[in-house]
């Protein structure tokens, strides 16, 4: 069994900023691709940021400059600290963790960018 957690989310003042951090703990041989994604209201899940075990990093258009992935290998763990945060950026942020070669997903953790 695989346990993904994520935490840091909240409420933060537009311009503000904000870390997220994402724990998988469990039965875990090897992480590969650990990525940060978000749903907005009414909108589909989307891909905000994601990490290769390599180091690699690939940002959605919308937050590259602004927010920055990194990885814990040591223990399992993968951050996302975000700036100059928007009200568009209000969502719920889910964690994927590649396990395995299987994904497993977080519960997510809410986001809400507001004066």
């Known amino acids: 069994q695989v346990y993904v957690v994520e935490s840091g989310g909240g409420l933060v003042q537009p311009g503000g900023s904000r870390g997220l951090s994402c724990a998988a703990s469990?039965?875990?041989?090897?992480?590969?691709?650990m990525s940060w994604y978000r749903q907005a209201p009414g909108k589909r899940r989307e891909l905000a940021a994601s990490?290769?075990?390599?180091?690699?990093?690939n940002y959605a258009d919308c937050v590259n400059g602004r927010f920055t992935i990194s990885r814990d290998d040591a223990k399992n763990m993968v951050y996302l600290q975000m700036t100059s945060l928007k009200s568009e950026d209000t969502a719920v942020y889910y964690c994927?963790?590649?396990?395995?070669?299987?994904?497993?997903w977080g519960q997510g953790t809410q986001v809400t960018v507001s004066s």
């Open positions: 994927m963790v590649e396990v395995d070669d299987y994904e497993r």
């Open positions: 469990g039965i875990i041989h090897r992480v590969n691709v």
């Open positions: 990490i290769t075990r390599d180091g690699r990093t």
